[in-house]
């Protein structure tokens, strides 16, 4: 009981911004207060505000992301620290979620025909562009100093010009609408690429990952392997509103995705059944 009472001390602290020092118990048991809770909200969320429709694997995505965000935010506050942290990956964030919410709160043609479209996905977005403007002004003004911009290098203007170049020529019509279909797809296109980053810095360092980062990036591998098996089942339907090539470029973004995530998830789950601390190998001579 007294550790739940200091997570919840934590949290409260954290929510009021009253958090002064580093405090590491208070945020281990806020990470098992987090973790309740967000168990919780899961069975909220598909109890009372959805229908369970297939389409709900969506908003099962975006409360991964949002979960992943959570816990990145209550390590930052703990530690007062932003060590392997990547903030290019957090600038695609912003822009991916920018340009989502753009489309999904203005348009229907995108979001998911289960209830849990109607409110909640556009909520766990909002909730996580916040999460991640706030690790951004954390990491550049408030913790700039513990920022390792020497291993933060890989470039982000050929990943974002790409995305959109993309997003304009090849989309859907879900929308019925030129601008609103290729932001849509923009976001899309960008949501395979926000781990980029951050896996590129992390191995770049190398050695020890600390247990968040790494439950991080697991939710965020996590969150694809649900959008991607969404859009294994049902992207087919895009070709339905006229002929286009979003089908097969959803699934190949989606799929390259997982790719570039499987070699960390290989040493997650070895640490993990291992019960033994992540450990990255370093890569050489990786410099851009």
């Not at 949002?66 to 903030?87: D, E, I, Q, R």
């Not at 790409?162 to 290729?182: E, P, T």
């Not at 070709?239 to 979003?246: D, L, T, Y």
Request: charge should be neutral.
């Amino acid at each position: 009981m007294a550790a739940i009472a200091d997570g919840i001390d934590f949290l409260s602290e954290l929510v009021l911004g009253k958090c002064v020092g580093k405090d590491y118990s208070g945020q281990k048991a806020a990470t098992s207060v987090v973790y309740s809770l967000f168990a919780f909200l899961w069975f909220i969320l598909f109890g009372k505000c959805s229908t369970l429709d297939f389409s709900a694997l969506v908003t099962c995505a975006s409360f991964m992301q949002c979960f992943g965000l959570t816990l990145l935010t209550m390590k930052v506050s703990a530690t007062k620290s932003l060590k392997g942290l990547s903030s290019k990956m957090l600038v695609l964030f912003v822009i991916h979620f920018a340009f989502r919410l753009t489309s999904t709160s203005i348009k229907n043609g995108y979001i998911p025909v289960d209830k849990s479209g109607d409110y909640m996905y556009q909520c766990l977005d909002g909730a996580s562009l916040l999460l991640a403007l706030h690790l951004l002004f954390s990491m550049h003004k408030t913790h700039a100093y513990t920022y390792q911009e020497e291993y933060d290098t890989l470039p982000l203007f050929p990943i974002v010009a790409a995305c959109i170049v993309l997003g304009v020529f090849i989309h859907g019509n879900f929308n019925r609408s030129f601008f609103f279909d290729s932001v849509w797809q923009i976001s899309a296109n960008l949501e395979s690429f926000v781990l980029v980053p951050q896996l590129w810095m992390l191995a770049k360092m190398g050695g020890q990952i600390d247990t968040v980062t790494a439950h991080f990036v697991a939710c965020m591998v996590l969150s694809g392997v649900m959008t991607f098996t969404f859009w294994w089942w049902t992207g087919i339907e895009l070709e339905k509103r006229g002929p286009c090539f979003a089908h097969q470029l959803n699934i190949a973004l989606q799929a390259l995705k997982l790719i570039l995530g499987a070699d960390f998830m290989y040493y997650y789950a070895m640490s993990w059944l291992g019960g033994t601390q992540l450990v990255l190998p370093q890569m050489d001579g990786m410099e851009m």
